[in-house]
DNA sequence: TTGTACGCGTTATCAC
DNA sequence: GTGATAACGCGTACAA
């Protein structure tokens, strides 16, 4: 910066006003400095800039690859709520730090923090985290998280209504007189505990309906394959089937009908998220719909607020069912 | 810093020194620093580690979010990719950096370097960038690209043997005395373009093979699926049939069907990547499979090496055949 | 509208 | 083994 300054026969101070666009210079200089610069194959150096602003216009966004590893994958769900979030944040010129490592408990992401390396943090899901999260809010820690939304959370949460998704699935499953309920999931996460309870909710009043629950500890496809092997070998056939998400929908699908067990004709099934190929599935496959186009944008908004010292309030994004052949 | 210094009654560098495991520092001092470090709730300002060494400790991750958005993502295996990648970048110690917004041409590119923001790039997939990529290498910037890996390359490209992908493909059809190949997906990118010419290759010397190619502008399922009923409704049946992807696969055989045209009865299939549930699909889809689990670190080891000014060769990663019923 | 002087928090260099 | 000092590149007071 120096030599563009001496290129351009201005001060140092000047050609850092013209960079950052300051209403405070005159066209003209504006006009040479910038030129200098360009010529120059001139770029600010951000870490100084990071440095002196104590500002890292930058946020981190924490992921649980390891459950979504090695064909862990749950559905192409998270990714696209991933490339909701980087859009959002390019427009505010925020980087983007992708899971940075060693985020196991608050201390971690204190240090991160106060390291200056990031300004705040999305997380992607509560998962079995709900301890730590309640000691980040204390924290003091600029921080949004994506997944159930419910009264007494301490932290800004946003996420679809899970409560009314598994509603939803379960007046659909009452309406067509089944009997026998089956959850798929893991519970352990909040927003899929949600969707049980408002399955369970929908069932509420009606005489006779059993609702069994198949618990995962992953959310990867071939554990949800085997363990619905296992189930439909071991267990009451159910008749009404609601998954956590459309990819472990097709994993039931594939595993209860090499056991003759087949939907429509012998269940009903709701899967979530509604991803592209569960309308051309066969059969289709009827499923809760997620906004998550608008999901990206609504977290960095809330976070940004929260970087600038506000508060934000948690959010719930509407949800629909979006009914199809099963 | 200072004020740890201070509490701990030795100078700013004896601090610096032992937060950076420098051998030179007596163990005693060394613990009595680390304590009252941790005491202090206190971590290194990372910008101004930046700033004086002149080095990000940084990686930028650069994906086309464009093509994969709005449901438009091919396959979970980029994001398994990014998850190998991430894992691979921890164990280094250098942050994750995604997508940062605005890489459009070369300019963008060097000025994220030369701002310090980034001391390298790793682009998944070519794309249709093929001149950019020439004249990233010509800037002397550190990146590696995963995708097509050609003879004439001038950069380092890591990717799997996409030849070889194709060839197997076109040599399973050959045997089973198939005639009339299609094979779908959008050459723009080298990698796809490659498994076509491996296609190609097998059905070199045979008579009456033709090969027709139905061609996609994006990765999406949605797209895919379109094309593929607008293909069977207005062009011959295949009787075989190579996708870029297994998620593609699924889109062409639920198309196909609707028009009546079954496989494996009707046509073979081979997909590509081995997504987990290709094995439990009805019918269970025969695919190329990429070694995903060793890509992210053998393209962050390259990387390094060109960040640390040597230089590194491209390296193509075994690929393999699984066979099921398509 | 522009320039001068300083400090952000770290590490490298040298001397002790 | 440890300490003093300077410098990394920028933005912000304040003065002109």
């Known amino acids: ?33 910038l030129q200098i610069a360009r010529a ?15 500002r890292a216009h930058s946020i981190a966004v924490v992921l649980d690859f390891g459950s979504h590893r090695s064909g862990a994958i749950g559905d192409p769900f ?34 991160l923090y106060r390291s200056r390396a990031a300004d705040g943090f999305i997380l992607l899901g509560q998962g079995a985290r709900g301890a730590l999260l309640r000691d980040l809010a204390r924290a003091a820690i600029p921080f949004v998280v994506w997944g159930a ?25 009452r309406a067509m007189g089944k009997r026998r309920w089956l959850f798929v999931g893991n519970t352990d996460h909040p927003e899929i505990a949600l969707r049980a309870a408002g399955l369970r909710a929908a069932a509420e009043g009606a005489d006779g309906i059993v ?30 089937v609601f998954t956590f998400s459309d990819t472990a929908a097709m994993a039931v699908i594939s ?22 190929p569960s309308a051309h599935f066969t059969p289709a496959i009827t499923t809760i719909e997620q906004q998550t186009d608008i999901a990206g944008a609504i ?25 199809r052949e099963t």
């Open 1 to 33: 910066m120096d030599d563009i300054a001496r290129l351009a026969n201005v001060s140092k101070p000047t050609v850092s006003r013209v960079l950052n666009d300051s209403p405070l210079v005159s066209a003209k200089t504006r006009d040479h400095v």
């Open 40 to 54: 120059n194959g001139y770029a600010v150096n951000r870490n100084a800039q990071r440095l002196r602003q104590a």
């Open 78 to 111: 998270v990714f696209e709520l991933l490339a909701g979030i980087s859009e959002a944040l390019s427009v505010r010129r925020q980087d983007l730090l992708l899971s940075p490592p060693g985020l196991v408990e608050v201390a971690d992401f204190v240090d």
């Open 149 to 173: 939304v419910e009264p007494n959370t301490p932290y800004c949460a946003v996420g679809s209504d899970n409560l009314l998704g598994g509603r939803l699935a379960g007046e659909r499953f």
């Open 211 to 240: 609702i069994d629950e198949l618990r995962l500890d992953s959310m990867a496809y071939s554990l949800t394959y085997e363990r619905a092997v296992h189930h439909i070998a071991h267990h009451p056939r159910p008749d009404a």
């Open 255 to 276: 595993a209860f009908r090499e056991a003759g067990h087949l939907t429509p004709d012998d269940y009903a099934l709701v899967g979530y998220n509604n991803i592209p």
């Open 299 to 323: 977290l960095v908004e809330k976070l940004m607020q929260m970087v600038d010292r506000a508060t934000a309030r948690s959010a719930v994004l509407p949800t629909r069912m979006i009914v």
